[in-house]
């Protein structure tokens, strides 16, 4: 909580859900209650209904949410503001450099995630590392627009224990491209008691986000010798990216004329 408040953001309408935790979180958001548009302590129906119920809530244009474990950083809520702000064509945005803290809230590991491609996610590339870099998007550090949010169904699949987020990108794709920074937004703190605090968690969270691309198949090129033709005839004619590829999309800071920049370029 006090990495969302300490932001000290004008404009933050800050809402938080919690499911009756017995541990003193209670009292804990009761301390911040006059600092927060909405809160709510008692049984719900899991995680990704109560998401869904807060943002009924919600009356803002930019969307985020953060789990109890996660932590933003200092400058998060003004990098993307602005960038919303600069950038009208900016739907949704994410960061490619990703951190995670241990069970002190300490920084531990920091790594490159990818630029991200529409195709790519329905590949599944966003549950892989692909060399040094990660393909996966880092929720925490994920944000979007109120009318992203609504032209995909405005919910969360509450049927799900694990992979919300997830099937919430899935939707988004079918919407507007992905932006990346380079910018650090948040981070994910890793220990045993999270879902994906062990090895089979993890392996279950690759599962089920497999099972739930089989139903956009035709959304991409799966078989690999297509693939690499493809491939081919755009580095080799500059041809194809429109019909069977997808763009990547990001923003660079110009730094002599303080703006943000918006990049794009075909991929397949």
Known sequence: MRSVLDQNYPNLEYIVMDGGSTDGSAEII???ADRLAYWRSEKDRGQFAAITEGFQHATGDIYAYLNSDDMYLPWAFQTVARIFSELPQVKWLTTTTMLIWNQHSQPVIVYRGMRKARTWFYRGWSLKQHGDLSGWIQQEATFWRRELWEA????M??????GGDFELWARFWQHADLVTTQVPLAGFREHSGSKTGTAEGKA???SINQNLLKQYRGETIHNPLLLRAAQLLLRLTGRGGRRFGSTINWVDY???NDRWLYRSRYVI
Do not use: C, F
Not at 157 to 162: E, F, G, H, R, W
């Open 152 to 155: 995909a169904g405005a919910r």
């Open 30 to 32: 009761q301390k911040y």
């Open 254 to 256: 110009d730094m002599e």
């Open 204 to 206: 279950d969270i690759v």
């Open 157 to 162: 699949d509450a049927s799900l224990y694990n």
